[in-house]
């Protein structure tokens, strides 16, 4: 089905995108030809080999990686939301959003 999805947004001209939350599914969107990724996947950490290929791929990827630091506890996004670079960009829902540690998951240990 993802690769018919792709295809069918191909042949209207338009991109596809995919939304995933695992590695297994980000690499059969990659391989059904999406053109980019919303966020990378969060269930586990990737192998030198996968990302290798996300890499060759040529797709571009949305990290969100304040969203994900903060599965891990940490307030990395806290710095975008009290830049004057940023904060007159975002609303304070966003600000405080980018504040928060959600604790969801924890996909394994943190790459040293």
Same mark, same amino acid.
């Not at 590695?23 to 030809?33: D, E, F, N, Q």
């Not at 969100?64 to 903060?70: F, R, V, Y």
């Not at 891990?72 to 928060?100: F, I, M, V």
């Not at 959600?102 to 040293?112: A, D, I, K, M």
């Given at each position: ?21 695992t590695?297994? &599914? ?6 059904? =030809?999406i053109? =980019?990724l ?8 990737? /192998?030198? $080999? $996968? ?12 990290p /969100?990686?304040? /969203?994900?630091?903060?599965v891990? =506890?940490?307030?990395? =996004?806290?710095? &975008?939301? $009290?830049?004057?670079? /940023? ?10 959003? &980018?504040?928060?540690c ?11």
């Open positions: 089905m993802v690769y018919a999805l792709v295809a069918a947004a191909h042949a209207q001209g338009l991109k596809a995108m995919a939304h995933t939350t590695v297994k &599914l980000m690499l059969l969107a990659i391989r059904a =030809g053109d =980019g919303m966020h990378v996947a969060g269930d586990r950490l990737m /192998t030198d $080999e $996968e990302v290798a290929e996300v890499a060759q791929s040529g797709i571009f990827v949305v /969100t990686l304040s /969203t994900l630091a903060s891990y =506890g940490d307030k990395h =996004g806290q710095h &975008l939301a $009290e830049d004057d670079r /940023t904060r007159p960009l975002l609303s304070d829902a966003w600000a405080e959003n &980018l504040c928060q959600w604790h969801l998951t924890n996909p394994g240990p943190r790459p040293t």
